[in-house]
Structure formats: structure tokens, C-alpha cells
């Protein structure tokens, strides 16, 4: 379904990003990973290329940089003229981050990783998929993107605006024929529930039989590609079932 297309997912070196890219691997696709730690990526990019993809390529670099970031689409259209597929994955966060919580460097970091670095790259790559008339942009929000949470104020802004911007992208480039995707996962087991189960074995039960896999968003992600040319999920919300609260912290 991917063959000859080049598909750029941030922190495609573990958790969703990498279940994203593997799922795009057996389709054939050509990736261009991008994270920052350089093992990781190695790791991933020899998984991706056994699972089935083209090319793949590998970018370290810090999503917080804007200059980074510039210097990554320029370098990714230098090396595939168009980036037919952006998933913008990569995110950060830290616990405590509320009105009355939390350090608002933090904040800063978040708003830069989260939410500009997102739209840095789209308004970098989004002009070629309109010149061919094809592309998909899928972003990874988080149903505290869809309501926000008390005590994760913060990465809850950063992901109600990559809704936004998500919303604002369809209008904009749904009449060119390129997909705009915004997708909200509730929980999903990755290296945050693998350290809160370190912190508290008692949790590790709850963790394995309620939280949704990476595998599980990524297959939400392919919707994008399964669904006729005529039809762009938009928002796609994915919850663990049965819910995982009130279990977890
Ligand atoms: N896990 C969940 O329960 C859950 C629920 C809802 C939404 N989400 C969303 O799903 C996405 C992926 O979550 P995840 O749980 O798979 O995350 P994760 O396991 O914590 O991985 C985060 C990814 O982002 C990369 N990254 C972080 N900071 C970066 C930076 N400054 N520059 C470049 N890359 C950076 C990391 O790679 P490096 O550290 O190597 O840079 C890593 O690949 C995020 O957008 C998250 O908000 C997750």
C-alpha cells in the first residue's frame, strides 16, 4: 500500500512512533526516522528494514530546535523531493504541569516539542504534497487533547492545539487531496506505564490485561490509508477498554 512513498514519523524509535513505522514498513514504505537517541534509532531502522521497508534513513535531532527542526525538512526533501506522509508523534511531558504546578520552562519545552515543532514541520513539508496533489499528515494528540485534565494542564494545551492546527490543516489542504489525521489515544503501554510499573509492581497487572498497544494506534493510524481517496478521518479517538481508571495513577 506504501511502496515508493517516503513517510517521516518523529520519535519513530520506540513506543507508538516505532509501531507506527513498522506498520508502514510492511507496507513498503521508505522512512525517514527522526529522535534523539542515535542507538534507538539504529535499533528501529534495522527493525523497519526487515520488516519489509524501502529505504530507510535515520535523523537525530531535537524537536525542540526550531533550527533543527528546519535543517530536518530540508535535509528529508533534499533526499525524497516530497515527504509523501508526516506523522508528527514525538512528545514531551512531565508530571505536575497545572496552574498551580510544575515549572513553566517545562511548559515552554512542551509548547516547543508538542505543538511547534509539529507546525514548523507541516508548513515545511505540506507545499510539495499540494504540488503533487497527495499526501497524509497524521498527528498524535491525546484524548487530553479532546478534554483536558486537571493535573496535566500544560500537555493538555499543547495537544488541544495540535487538534486545532490539525483542524485548521484539513480545511486548508483537504481540496488539494492531501488527509489531515488527528489521533487521540487514551492509554497505551510504552516506557511511561513501564516506569510507573517499576515505581509500583503492584501495577503491573492492570498495565497488562487494560492498556492499549502502541500496535493498537498504530492500525488506527492506517485507517488513513484503508479509507478511500474521498475520505479523511479526521479525528480518530481510541480508548482502552475496559478503562483503565480508577486502577491507575
Ligand atoms: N503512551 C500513552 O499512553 C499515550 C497516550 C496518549 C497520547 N500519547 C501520545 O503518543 C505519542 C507517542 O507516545 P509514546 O508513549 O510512544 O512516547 P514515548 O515512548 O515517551 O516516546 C516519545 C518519543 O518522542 C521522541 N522525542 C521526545 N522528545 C523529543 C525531542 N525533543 N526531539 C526529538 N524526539 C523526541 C522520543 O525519542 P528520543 O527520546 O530518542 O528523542 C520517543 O521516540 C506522543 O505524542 C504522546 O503524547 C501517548
Not at 65 to 78: K, N, Q, S
Not at 142 to 153: D, I, N, R, T
Amino acid at each position: 500500500m506504501l511502496k515508493g512513498k517516503w513517510c517521516l514519523v518523529t520519535g519513530g524509535n520506540r513506543g507508538i512512533g516505532q509501531a507506527i513505522a513498522l506498520a508502514f514498513a510492511k507496507e513498503g514504505a521508505s522512512l525517514i526516522l527522526v529522535a534523539r537517541d542515535e542507538a534507538a534509532l539504529a535499533g528501529a531502522a534495522q527493525a523497519c528494514t526487515a520488516a519489509g521497508a524501502g529505504e530507510v534513513a535515520t535523523h537525530t535531532v531535537d524537536l525542540a530546535d526550531p533550527i533543527a527542526v528546519d535543517g530536518l525538512a530540508r535535509d528529508a526533501l533534499a533526499r525524497c523531493g516530497t515527504v509523501d506522509v508526516l506523522v508528527n508523534n514525538a512528545a514531551y511531558s512531565v508530571r505536575a504541569n497545572s496552574p498551580l504546578e510544575g515549572d513553566p520552562d517545562e511548559f515552554d519545552k512542551m509548547i516547543a516539542i508538542n505543538l511547534a515543532a509539529p507546525m514548523r514541520l507541516t508548513r515545511l513539508l505540506a507545499p510539495k504534497m499540494v504540488e503533487q496533489q497527495d499526501g497524509v499528515i497524521i498527528n498524535m494528540s491525546s484524548v487530553y487533547g479532546q478534554q483536558p485534565s486537571a493535573g496535566w494542564g500544560a500537555y493538555s494545551a499543547t495537544k488541544h492545539g495540535l487538534k486545532g492546527w490539525s483542524h485548521s490543516c484539513a480545511a486548508t489542504l483537504r481540496p488539494h487531496n492531501v488527509k489531515v489525521m488527528c489521533v487521540h489515544p487514551g492509554c497505551v503501554y510504552t516506557d511511561t506505564a513501564r516506569k510507573k510499573v517499576e515505581e509500583d509492581p503492584k501495577l503491573e497487572e492492570v498495565v497488562k490485561t487494560h492498556l492499549m498497544s502502541p500496535e493498537d494506534v498504530a492500525e488506527t493510524c492506517m485507517l488513513a490509508f484503508r479509507t478511500s481517496s474521498r475520505c479523511c478521518p479526521l479525528d480518530v479517538t481510541v480508548l482502552e477498554t475496559p478503562p483503565v481508571q480508577p486502577h491507575y495513577p
